[in-house]
């Protein structure tokens, strides 16, 4: 998900303004005139995560460090995740912030500055033995976490303070936005050149399609099972083919060393950054590094109840479309990949319904459904438009939301009054598309029909109309 500045909720006081800075991922800076709203004359917060080695062997030691600009005269922060111990404060007195800071419950320890000084400063202790691992895992000589999540809140005269967010390893370890790991590693990067529009109608220009840098940590203690380079290769791909806008300046992928330990999940993304296993395999149908890259092109606070079936249904699309047409799979694996979206799903699973949603319908069904209409976009269209029309529209929509009518619309924006009839049918109903032949296939698709399985001499019976051969079913 690229991150965007959260808009602020102001809470009006007499003579004063309090103001919270709400907790999205802090924005990539951005060179485009978009970006170039922030005062940059404005006082700033500073919040300084700083990890180190601590002397306890299932858990990491962090200080997180305010410096207070003069403007300020009140200041506490909360921290929502993960479990954290408290060391000692400097500075910092723990808060009863419900009192002044918080309206509502604070779950997490909370800490109000206690106004001398310009600098306050916590020590912490993050617990990372935790079975399944999902906060953090580590072992005698690495550790790889998630950040925790702080909350800020404060009182200013003047101009309105920005906040900038940043953390570090002091020893060896690298800190990405998200996660912080401690311990050995190399670090191999690439540079994505910016991409080219995906059509010349599209109204969105410059910042999306920015160039991105992909970085990918991979400790000494891992035991990657691709190498570095074809793992960057897929990586890159991904970043290349998506054309979206979205893009990250910088996106740092970490390898999660798997011996003696058990992560919750096998990847995980947050904001510009994801972890993924060392042993999970490049030419898996689902390949889960790219799975994980996509969600870093999203805009999570965008959607809606009703489309959140998005965010995985393409994360799991784009990572098993690009399995195949970079040939790490077959067309049958592809097709038997996408044919998970009916076969042995649930009858009332409707995307557009978190609470129907059984067996992953929102990956199996939901990449299947994007499928389903990608193909007809592109039948409609001659192959001029794509999904990524759709994709486009999602991030044009932010910081706004991209709800089921913003879908609807950029699907028949993108693919015309049959393709939307078809989305709403496919999201908004327990109606499923059925799967097509790989000749149907190669005649929507930019592959050979002898990628799909199909003499090329019987690719040309395959009439192709709007892409409506998708006979729909209704389970
Ligand atoms: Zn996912």
């Known amino acids: 998900m690229a991150g965007r500045s959260a808009s602020d909720r102001t809470i009006a006081r007499p003579g004063t303004v309090a103001r919270e800075e709400t907790d999205r991922p802090s924005a990539p800076e951005e060179t485009d005139a978009g970006a170039s709203a922030r005062d940059e004359g404005a006082p700033t917060v500073v919040e300084r995560t700083v990890y180190r080695n601590g002397d306890a062997d299932d858990a990491v030691d962090l200080a997180i460090v305010y410096e207070i600009p003069e403007s300020v005269s009140k200041l506490a922060f909360w921290i929502e995740r993960p479990q954290v111990t408290v060391v000692a404060t400097d500075g910092f007195d723990p808060s009863d912030v419900e009192g002044y800071t918080w309206q509502g419950a604070v779950d997490g320890p909370a800490f109000e500055w206690d106004g001398t000084g310009d600098r306050a400063t916590v020590l912490l202790r993050q617990p990372v033995d935790a079975t399944p691992a999902t906060y953090g895992a580590g072992a005698d000589d690495w550790a790889l976490c998630l950040r925790p999540r702080t909350h800020t809140r404060w009182r200013y005269r003047g101009t309105e303070p920005r906040i900038d967010r940043a953390a570090s390893v002091r020893g060896t370890g690298t800190a990405g936005e998200q996660f912080a790991f401690l311990g050995a590693y190399e670090c191999e990067q690439r540079r994505v050149p910016p991409a080219a529009p995906i059509d010349d109608r599209s109204r969105l220009a410059g910042s999306g399609r920015s160039a991105e840098m992909v970085r990918l940590v991979v400790p000494t203690a891992a035991t990657l099972a ?28 970490f390898v999660a060393p798997t011996e003696g330990v058990t992560w919750a999940h096998r990847g995980l993304s947050l904001g510009p950054d994801a972890r993924v296993n060392d042993a999970a395999p490049l030419a898996a149908p689902t390949n889960i590094w790219v799975h994980e890259y996509v969600h870093t092109r999203q ?28 040939g790490a799979i077959g067309f049958q694996e592809y097709r038997t990949v996408l044919e998970r979206g009916v076969e042995g799903q649930p009858a009332g699973a409707v995307l557009a319904d978190p609470t129907t949603w059984a067996d992953d319908a929102q990956y199996r069904k939901g990449a299947l459904v994007v499928a389903a209409l990608d193909r007809r976009i592109r039948a409609a269209t001659g192959g001029e438009r794509t999904f990524q029309s759709v994709l486009s529209a999602w991030t044009a929509a932010a910081p706004g939301s991209f709800d089921a009518a913003a879908f609807a619309d950029a ?49 040309g019976e395959v009439a192709l109309g709007d892409g409506g051969c998708d006979l729909a079913r209704s389970d």
């Open 411 to 459: 699907v028949e924006a993108a693919g015309g009054p049959a393709a939307r009839a078809a989305a709403v049918a496919y999201t908004q109903r327990p109606t499923a598309p059925s799967c097509w032949s790989g000749a149907a296939h190669a005649a929507a698709f930019d592959v050979s029909p002898a990628d799909c399985g199909v003499e090329s001499a019987r690719a």
């Open 299 to 326: 805009d999570r606070e965008a959607v809606t109840p009703a489309t959140e079936w998005l965010l995985e249904a393409t994360a799991e699309y784009y990572a098993v479309t690009q399995a195949f047409e970079r």
């Open 226 to 253: 691709a190498g570095p380079d074809r793992v960057l290769d897929s990586l890159v791909a991904a970043s290349t083919r998506l054309a979206v806008g979205g893009r990250n300046d910088v996106v740092t992928v």
